[in-house]
């Protein structure tokens, strides 16, 4: 039998010889050799990559946190701490016993301002750890990464109390501390205003930008103006002379004036709905009936609104603009206290989501608010016995609809047109004019003119 075979076609098909075999397996050997090295070579780079810090597994760090509260009672909330008032003041921005309530009332208001026991049954970080590592945050606009020394807080933990402790003094204190004005808060305003020289006068209101740093790259050009060169967010706010804020509305883009800020506040919502308390007073003999507001020029000419002269011609008018320019300052030197009491707010903003940042700017403003009140001296306003004087002629109401009652639509309107009135607007500066002249007199003369 012949060693090879006839196909159908009838050539010879050659058998599969061992030299054949051998060089196959030669190849195979190759094959699996190179594939060999390719996967070591593939395990030392993912070994290279698991070497980074950013892609290993989270490692514990035992922060001896028990000691950290220890030493923090015993330099600040022992009966004879280490540091004295005057230093708790400049490091907490506010007394000790004020700091002590807002703690007390925030573990009433959430478990999370409790020290509670892990899963080892290890004690927590304490209320006063976790509110410490919030108000610093606030107070020096320090990064979280900072308070990990001292109080023995990791960053996410110390960005979580930050978060918490702001939505937790809006919810619990933000009703008492940030509300509008009561009648008695009008009286007490509308006094203080008369014996300034304005008659009807509930405080001065501005806008201020804080720098988002984090804002997202598909929002820059929305929340950035010419005047700024960075995204900003806007605060739009109300102050009287103890610098007190009585209205806040923060979020708008910072692309936008303190006229388009004024359209989609909400700072005249209470007079619309006929919810805020109705004043009457004289100025210059003549009587009104709304309270207002000392703005800059770019506000409109509303009766809301009293501006300062920019060109005066006679010596009335001077003295006009130098009295309003002046008690207009009431709303600059509150943001400027605002901010170096928390400097988180002269600082770019570090945080991604809006929704916080509100919670943040609101609760430094409840914050300055509690302080104010804890350390505003007893407020005595002299009664003036001069018979030739003639008394306030300012009286306060109560609101015409409270906020339960549905308000007609036609009283919305109504007194939507009379906040708008530039003629009551022009006829109130001008007995302003009238009435300070008679008050002050002419401006003293400048030294060495």
């Not at 030392?44 to 760090?61: V, Y």
Request: hydrophobic share 35%; proline share 6%; charged share 30%.
């Amino acid at each position: 039998m012949s060693e090879e075979s006839d196909s159908p076609q009838g050539s010879p098909i050659p058998l599969y010889s061992l030299d054949d075999f051998l060089a196959e397996e030669e190849i195979i050997d190759d094959v699996l050799h190179q594939a060999k090295l390719l996967i070591q070579s593939s395990v030392k780079e993912l070994e290279k990559e698991a070497a980074d810090h950013r892609l290993n597994p989270r490692q514990h760090i035992n922060r001896p946190r028990e000691e950290a509260h220890t030493r923090l009672v015993n330099d600040y909330f022992s009966d004879n701490p280490l540091y004295p008032p005057n230093i708790f003041r400049r490091r907490f921005r506010m007394s000790r016993p004020l700091f002590v309530r807002i703690v007390d009332a925030l573990g009433q208001w959430s478990p999370y301002f409790t020290q509670r026991v892990d899963a080892l049954n290890r004690q927590g970080l304490s209320p006063l750890q976790k509110c410490t590592a919030a108000i610093r945050q606030l107070a020096t606009g320090s990064s979280v990464d900072a308070l990990d020394e001292y109080l023995k807080i990791g960053e996410t933990t110390a960005m979580e109390c930050l978060k918490n402790f702001a939505k937790g003094v809006r919810e619990v204190f933000g009703a008492r501390y940030l509300r509008r004005p009561t009648v008695e808060d009008t009286e007490r305003l509308l006094k203080l205003g008369e014996r300034r020289g304005f008659p009807g006068m509930f405080g001065s209101i501005d806008c201020m930008h804080w720098q988002w740093e984090r804002c997202p790259n598909a929002w820059k050009g929305q929340f950035t103006r010419g005047d700024q060169k960075h995204p900003t967010l806007i605060l739009e706010a109300v102050a009287s002379h103890d610098l007190w804020l009585w209205h806040a509305f923060f979020g708008v883009a910072g692309s936008n004036n303190d006229i388009n800020v004024l359209n989609q506040s909400t700072v005249f919502i209470n007079e619309l709905k006929g919810q805020a308390p109705r004043v009457q007073y004289m100025v210059n003999g003549n009587q009104y009936n709304i309270g207002y507001f000392l703005g800059d020029g770019i506000y409109p000419e509303w009766a809301v609104f009293v501006k300062s002269i920019r060109l005066p011609t006679d010596e009335k008018e001077r003295r006009y603009a130098a009295e309003q320019e002046g008690a207009r300052k009431d709303i600059e030197r509150a943001f400027g206290v605002l901010q170096r009491r928390f400097c988180i707010l002269k600082l770019p903003a570090r945080l991604f989501d809006r929704a916080v940042l509100r919670d943040v700017v609101l609760a430094c403003i409840i914050l300055h608010n509690m302080i104010v009140e804890d350390e505003k001296e007893a407020e005595i306003i002299e009664e003036n016995l001069d018979l030739n004087v003639p008394p306030s002629s300012t009286t306060v109401q109560e609101p015409e609809f409270s906020p339960d009652q549905e308000v007609p639509l036609e009283r919305v309107l109504e007194k939507d047109t009379s906040i708008r009135d530039r003629s009551a607007h022009r006829r109130l500066k001008k007995d302003l004019v009238e009435h300070i002249w008679n008050k002050f007199g002419p401006l003293p003369p400048r030294p060495g003119i």
